[in-house]
């Protein structure tokens, strides 16, 4: 009898966050892909199960034990007080994977200065426990309701008297004239695991291995390598030219008295960079994409 077949199901978020997340795990090496109307996506490792959810949903199932492991926003993890184990933050520089802030936002002519000043007013948001506790915190009484959606109408058309919003920013706010007030937390994208699937010798392994892969695709992100050859002549002074993350590697050439030079720099450095490198004396100069950076 055959060995059972050994998988990890792990949540992608639907929505907002889906195309940078494809993004990530093709930087990572995984080729993900989805029909417009499935919530199964295809993925070429056939020891994953990817399902697709909305974020806000993601932290529950993978409390339940319905996944394994999943990614979501810590707001979300809080918001439904999921007791799942946070394996790493992936704060990657695309839309949707960048640090976000819920805040409080009002009318621009509206007369509350501070959060205090909600005492007595009517709230709207889609984060309301995580609103409540931050009102809690501050002792201020207010009633808050969950929306659906557009907030930014409500408290618009003086249907309530400030709203609790994500934002990045802070324009999207601004155009529909709104100020910020105080901020209710800040989020990032989580990794997340179940707690029993994480105390699995196999599950726990390829958790890690994913979020290493991950990780490695977050930190080339902005960076490139950068070759060069140079004659000994000349080699203190490129050392003295040339960044990099820890120290460039240097190595002999077939021809004496020549020197090969590797290093990853941040991409937005390389043309100011190679003219001096070109004359200081540098050949053969090679810039390259990467994809993951593992330490």
Same mark, same amino acid.
């Given at each position: ?149 557009? !907030?930014?109408? &409500?408290?618009?058309?003086?249907? #309530?008297? *400030? @709203?609790?919003?994500? $934002?990045?920013?802070?324009? %999207? ?59 000994? !002549?000349?080699? &203190?002074?490129?050392?003295?030219? #040339?960044? *990099? @993350?820890?120290?460039? $590697?240097?190595?002999?050439? %077939? ?41």
């Amino acid at each position: 009898m055959s060995a059972q077949k050994k998988s990890l199901k792990i949540g992608l978020p639907k929505g907002s966050l889906q195309n940078s997340t494809f993004e990530l795990f093709k930087k990572a090496g995984f080729s993900v892909s989805v029909s417009e109307r499935s919530y199964f996506p295809a993925i070429d490792d056939p020891e994953l199960e990817p399902v697709l959810l909305r974020a806000q949903e993601m932290s529950r199932y993978v409390e339940d034990g319905v996944l394994d492991c999943g990614l979501t926003g810590e707001d979300w993890v809080q918001e439904n007080g999921s007791q799942v184990v946070r394996v790493s933050e992936l704060v990657y520089a695309k839309q949707g994977l960048r640090p976000v802030r819920w805040v409080i936002a009002v009318p621009e002519a509206s007369k509350i200065k501070t959060a205090r000043d909600l005492n007595g007013k009517r709230i709207a948001t889609e984060l309301v426990n995580v609103t409540k506790k931050f009102l809690k915190k501050h002792n201020i009484t207010a009633e808050v309701e969950f929306s659906w959606g557009a !907030t930014e109408v &409500k408290v618009g058309a003086g249907l #309530v008297d *400030a @709203i609790v919003e994500l $934002t990045e920013t802070g324009s %999207s706010l601004r155009a529909n004239n709104l100020r910020i007030v105080d901020t209710v937390c800040e989020s990032t994208t989580t990794f997340i695991a179940n707690k029993t699937s994480w105390k699995d010798p196999w599950k726990k392994e390829k958790i890690h291995y994913l979020v290493m892969l991950l990780e490695g695709a977050i930190v080339a992100q902005g960076k490139v390598g950068i070759k060069l050859n140079i004659s000994e !002549t000349n080699l &203190k002074k490129i050392l003295t030219i #040339v960044p *990099a @993350i820890r120290k460039p $590697t240097v190595s002999s050439l %077939s021809q004496k008295g020549w020197y090969a030079i590797e290093t990853i720099i941040d991409e937005k450095v390389v043309r100011d960079l190679i003219p001096q490198l070109k004359k200081a004396g540098a050949e053969g100069i090679i810039e390259y994409p990467l994809n993951k950076i593992i330490y």
